[in-house]
């Protein structure tokens, strides 16, 4: 029994190994006719191409030859094996078969133990009936595509001409510049443009030297771009734009020089009231008559009072120390910016704290008196905000109110046309009008600023918005809109 399931291991396995010899005879005709068809299809890939490439052809099909002949070679290795294996194992079962004959018991158990030590470390049982390699040639397959796409943009695809900035459809508002370009001719194989910027404070072309670096943005699809979140801190801005296809760039359009009309300045510290502590645009009450201001980024000295001195000797140290800061006195807690408004329109915001008890915000003229408050004169102009016991909103000029009857916005917008002798007030945040002054400007005007129990914070460098832009228009076209209080 022992020997008959022996016998019929070794004629499975020879059938194995049959079946195995026709596919691997089967292979080497499939790696044959796929490189015959690797070869084929490399040949109408060379022939879309030009002369140049004619060399590369012969490498890649000699490539693919060396393929089929390593692929073939570990078949042939792995068809001899296996004939080795077959007539190794087809000679112990013609033994095997002739050991069935023997009568005497003794000769037939000493056949059989050879046999079955034979079987044992016969070749047939340790070979891989799983060819070494596959007869697929596809990673031998080229595609010239882009190649061929590489070619026809160096050879027939045009540098593309320079782009031109249209500068009447040009926009600078709202902290954003839109700059809008078209080209010389329709050109459909445009893939991008690219638009470079930089600030600067020269009106004319872009300089050599001394400049800012340019700024790029990259792969616009469109023929208009808006720049937004712009500070305007400088006066100009010089714009070009490059027009790319999906090969070459092309020369930059003329640059643009765009003026940035934008009003920036800062409070002056040296001219505030002593109950001031002031920075940079931010300006805060201080109870403690101006010791606040050694308070070194929000840490207190402790060293001093927090109690509130509202009378001060002007022939103090402090006071002498200080200079200027002695310019408003009494309840005149007033500071002003550090440039004046001689010409233009120009816009800038305020924010005011939540718990802010009064303020004021508006214009002036250069020299207001010492214990002078905006709006009580007539060389300034403003709106005054009173949140102490009940909240009003008023319009001040010449000592005269006006009570404003809507909601007391969280931002207040400042413009002033100077030269068109308008001061206007916004909601900051819809663009709604609050007020308007009109007169006719005969000084500079400085900005203003009253603060008690609150503070606030100014926002400069900001364009015109467009939304106010709109209702200046609309404002200058109507009759009779001018307050009684205009000077």
Known sequence: ETLQRIVSTLVNKNDEIHNFIDMLNHTISNVQ??????????????????????????????????EEARKIQALQDQLTQCSRALESS??????AVQSLDIKNPVELLEASRQIKDSVTVASAFRLSLKPKVSDSMTHMMVDFSLEKRMLQAVKFLPVPKAPEIDVAACLVADN????SWRMPEEDSRIDHFVLEYRKTNFDGL???????????VDYIKATQYTLSGLKFDT????????????AVAGEYSDPVTLETKAFLFSLDSTSSHLNLK???????????GGKGQEKIKGKENKTRSNTSSPKRSTNSPRALARGSRDRFAGESYTVLGDTAVESGQHYWEVRAQKDCKSYSVGVTYRNPGKFDQLGKTNSSWCIHINNWLQTTFSAKHNNKAKTLDIPVPDRIGVYCDFDGGQLSF????????????????????????????????????LQVPSAVKTLQKTENGLAGSTSSLNN
């Open 33 to 66: 006719v796929n490189s015959s068809n690797a070869i084929s299809e490399l040949d109408e890939e060379f022939d879309g191409l030009y002369s140049v490439l004619h060399e590369m052809k012969g490498s890649m099909a000699n490539t693919i030859q060396q």
């Open 90 to 95: 087809e000679e112990l079962l013609e033994l």
């Open 176 to 179: 954003c510049i839109t700059i």
């Open 206 to 216: 872009p300089r050599l030297k001394g400049e800012q670096r340019w700024e790029l």
């Open 235 to 246: 006066k100009y801005m010089n714009l070009r734009v490059q027009a790319c296809n999906k």
């Open 278 to 288: 002031v920075e940079d645009t931010y300006v805060e009450w201080d109870p403690t």
């Open 426 to 461: 916004y909601n900051a945040s819809s663009k709604a009008l609050l007020h308007t002054f009109r007169a006719k400007f005969t000084q500079p005007l400085l900005p203003g600023f009253m603060i008690w129990c609150g503070g606030l914070t100014v926002s400069t460098g």
